[in-house]
């Protein structure tokens, strides 16, 4: 693997980490967060993970470590 696509694939990692902490904190304290939608931004509060999407996540962090 190339030098900066690992390190490209390390900053995808670190900004899906942190795009989960804001939107599991913005589920805790009913923030709104803002959400590009249709040529606007709208501003919404993030619903709860499904667990169909908590095993894509789950897939995705094991490829990285290969």
């Known amino acids: 693997m190339k030098k900066h696509n690992k390190y ?3 900053a995808l990692k ?3 980490r942190a795009a989960a ?3 599991e ?3 805790k304290n ?3 967060i ?3 939608k249709n040529g606007r931004i709208e501003y919404e509060i993030p619903g709860e993970a499904t667990e169909q999407g908590a095993q894509t996540v789950r897939q995705q962090h094991s ?3 290969k």
């Open 8 to 10: 490209a694939l390390l």
């Open 14 to 16: 670190a900004m899906k």
């Open 21 to 23: 902490k804001v939107a």
């Open 25 to 27: 904190d913005a589920r």
């Open 63 to 65: 490829d990285f470590s």
């Open 34 to 36: 803002p959400i590009w």
């Open 30 to 32: 009913k923030y709104k």
